[in-house]
């Protein structure tokens, strides 16, 4: 019989998994690195005939601090959201957001061009355009048999 570490955090985003629309989804956090744990932003990838569309909600996060690299196949998001100074006059109650280092990675599919990627930052969501090659049928081939 093998043990099985219990991950507390990891248990409860199940268990919230399972109700949907009940609770709103919690960030990802991944475990520790130098400054603490990681966290992970929400996102969404969607498909058009031309295109594959990977969206990141990266709020407060300055597009010069985030880097969009494909090596071997994948797409990695990684950067940094930096936590505001404390002002003299203000001091925290309660602080939600995650700050710290950040990091997706997606395994692309075959039929994209990778020279053509590109991504765009605009109103805290950063956009990578991953366009597919063109020329391909998606649509089910017949082959006679001889």
Same mark, same amino acid.
């Given at each position: 019989?093998?043990?099985? !570490? &219990?991950?507390?955090?990891? #248990?409860?985003? *199940?268990? @919230?998994? !399972?109700?949907?629309? #009940?609770?709103?989804? &919690?960030? /990802? %956090?991944?475990?520790?690195?130098?400054?603490?744990?990681? &966290? #992970?932003?929400?996102? *969404?990838?969607?498909?058009? *005939? $031309?295109?594959? +569309? %990977?969206? /990141? /909600?990266?709020? $407060?996060?300055?597009?010069? *601090?985030?880097?969009?690299?494909?090596?071997?196949?994948? +797409?990695? +998001?990684?950067?940094?959201?930096?936590?505001?100074?404390?002002?003299?006059? =203000?001091?925290?109650?309660?602080?939600?957001? @995650?700050?710290?280092?950040?990091? !997706?990675?997606?395994?692309?599919?075959?039929? %994209?061009?990778?020279? #053509? %990627?590109?991504?765009?930052?605009?109103?805290?969501? +950063?956009?990578?355009?991953?366009?597919?090659?063109?020329? =391909?049928?998606?649509?089910?081939?017949?082959?006679?048999?001889?």
């Amino acid at each position: 019989m093998s043990l099985i !570490r &219990w991950e507390p955090f990891t #248990a409860m985003d *199940d268990v @919230f998994a !399972r109700l949907p629309g #009940a609770f709103p989804r &919690w960030p /990802a %956090i991944s475990g520790a690195g130098d400054n603490g744990p990681q &966290w #992970a932003p929400s996102v *969404d990838i969607s498909e058009t *005939d $031309a295109e594959y +569309l %990977i969206r /990141a /909600a990266l709020p $407060a996060v300055r597009k010069e *601090d985030v880097e969009v690299t494909v090596e071997n196949g994948v +797409l990695k +998001l990684s950067g940094e959201r930096k936590q505001r100074s404390e002002q003299k006059d =203000e001091k925290y109650h309660k602080v939600e957001n @995650f700050y710290g280092s950040f990091s !997706r990675s997606f395994t692309l599919p075959d039929t %994209i061009e990778v020279g #053509a %990627i590109r991504a765009e930052s605009k109103d805290g969501v +950063l956009t990578v355009h991953v366009p597919k090659v063109k020329g =391909e049928s998606s649509e089910p081939t017949t082959i006679k048999v001889q």
